[in-house]
């Protein structure tokens, strides 16, 4: 199965308002899939939907390859964290685990089963005499995606996991969730609007603004479309790139506002300059530009990001 989750114009209406319209979201079995949009933008509003809590108004999607009632057979194989994580403050991370088992039917007392949920978040060393109402913020993220955990799903929805977390709560997550797909082979969506963390772990990103996606890429795109790149724009593209060739120089694209992007020897751009004017070929700029996923996001949703 090459896709764990495809969305067909997924669409959900409120008092005749879109939160989301005509989603077709395409997500592979083992990656980890960054959805990235301001507040308000429709991330929650399709997390709801594809983990059954809120129906959809139009549009239909499917998970592990089934749809209708043959997938709602199959959402116990799915993980979710929406919001906060809903932890009873007072009793300890092993026993807010326990309590979800036996609501869930789980038999946790085999294989120390509670003890290997809080090992793969790393809150293995947490007191069991410590309520969840003293852990820090980043240590309830983490048991909260260890409630996700329970069951042993194979896809786990995670809406904002790192929304409020100090810098070291957020490189505790983002360890979690590498360790999950890393080490499990677990499938993860995750919501955010801190791009630079989702551009260290995510393998595909779609990007929603105002309730539509506008993009979708994996991480291999994106580093074709990002990064730094060496810009050219000439009167001829055609006759650089093929007197780029002639110098060693292959790796190039024409990008969409027609200028030439090398991906290769970026502190070689004398060189190139040299060889187009040799050329005679009009050189109007060359450049070494660098695009985060950031600046991409901004360009495609032509605006500022507000967090």
Known sequence: ?????????????????????????????????????????????????????SAPTKGSYSLFGKEGAAMRKMMNKVGVLIEHPGLYPKFSAKDNLRIKCIAMGIDYKKNNYLDGLLKLVGLENVSDKKGAGEFSLGMRQRLGIALALIGDPSLIILDEPINGLDPQGIVEVRHTLERLRNEKGMTIMISSHILDELGKI????????????????????????????????????????????????????????GLIRVNEQLDNTPAMARAIIGAKIELHEIFVKNVSLEDYYLNVTGGEHNG
Request: aromatic share 6%; proline share 0%.
């Open 202 to 257: 995510a393998d595909s990103y779609g990007i929603i603004h105002e309730g539509r996606l506008l993009d979708q890429f994996t991480a291999a795109e994106l580093g074709r479309r990002c990064g730094q790149y060496v810009s050219i724009r000439t009167n001829d593209n055609s006759l650089a790139v093929s007197t780029l060739r002639k110098i060693g120089i292959t790796q190039t694209d024409i990008d969409d506002n």
């Open 1 to 53: 199965m090459e896709y764990i989750l495809e969305t067909h114009d997924l669409t959900k209406t409120y008092k005749k308002k879109d939160a989301c319209r005509d989603i077709n979201i395409s997500m592979r079995e083992g990656e980890i899939y960054g959805l990235i949009g301001r507040n308000g933008a429709g991330k929650t509003t399709i997390m709801r939907m594809i983990s059954g809590l």
